[in-house]
């Protein structure tokens, strides 16, 4: 079962930062949170991943609260090919002998013109 | 150019008939993912696979078998015991089995009728 819950779809318009939400309430303290996206009939394609810090790369910046219960994956200046499903997922660490991704339905995030 | 081919992208079977996806990657990777995409959902792991000529079942592996004899390679055979067999097929490779980023193929289309 996902470990996450995010909201089903969300609108945001073309320039403005998309802030797409994820609760994690029983995230363990050796578990990361990791995000993808999936743009329609492609596969999915990674974005960011974070344990207990803020983390930013050249796609998006991703929050995590100080309790690591919930986190936020912003894109700064959302375009039109950010439309997409965004998946929030929670998964121990880097090891060969990680646990698998378990994707969720994921949040369809639309940009608007 | 590195990366995870898939062959062929939309393909069309009787029921009754087994039939097997191609999945090719050049990214050297050791880890190989397949998993399956109904429409509206998220993503259900059926197989993967840490090295050559080893492979464990994922969430749905009833139905599917794989095989690995080659490190850039790992062909997924969907059988006629799988119940449900419409749907979109998806492959994924990573550096190792707990790499943060898996890199997916284009995914193939499969429609049994």
């Not at chain 1, 990680?98 to 369809?108: A, I």
């Not at chain 2, 150019?1 to 990777?29: A, M, W």
């Not at chain 2, 850039?72 to 790499?99: D, H, R």
């Amino acid at each position: 079962d996902a470990k996450t819950t995010q909201p089903p779809s969300m609108d945001c318009a073309e320039g403005r930062a998309a802030n797409l939400p994820c609760n994690h309430s029983t995230i363990s303290g050796n578990e990361y949170v990791y995000w993808y996206r999936q743009i329609h009939s492609q596969g999915p394609q990674y974005i960011i991943h974070g344990l207990k810090n803020n983390e930013t790369n050249e796609m998006a910046s991703l929050i995590i609260t100080e309790d690591r219960k919930s986190s936020t994956l912003i894109l700064p200046h959302a375009t039109l090919r950010d439309t997409a499903v965004y998946y929030c997922i929670v998964r121990s660490g880097d090891d060969n002998y990680g646990q698998n991704f378990v994707f969720g339905p994921g949040t369809r995030l639309s940009v608007l013109p | 150019d590195g990366g995870i081919t898939q062959s062929p992208k939309y393909l069309f079977r009787k029921e009754g008939q087994n039939v097997t996806l191609s999945c090719e990657q050049n990214l050297n990777h050791d880890a190989m993912y397949w998993y399956r995409q109904d429409p509206g959902q998220g993503l259900r792991l059926i197989y993967y696979s840490q090295i050559v000529n080893d492979f464990q079942k994922g969430d749905i592996a009833e139905g599917y078998s794989v095989s690995r004899e080659k490190k850039e390679s790992f062909p997924l055979t969907v059988t006629s015991a799988q119940k449900n067999p419409t749907a979109f097929y998806l492959c994924a490779s990573s550096l190792g089995l707990g790499s943060y980023e898996q890199y997916f193929g284009p995914g193939t289309r499969l429609t049994v009728t």
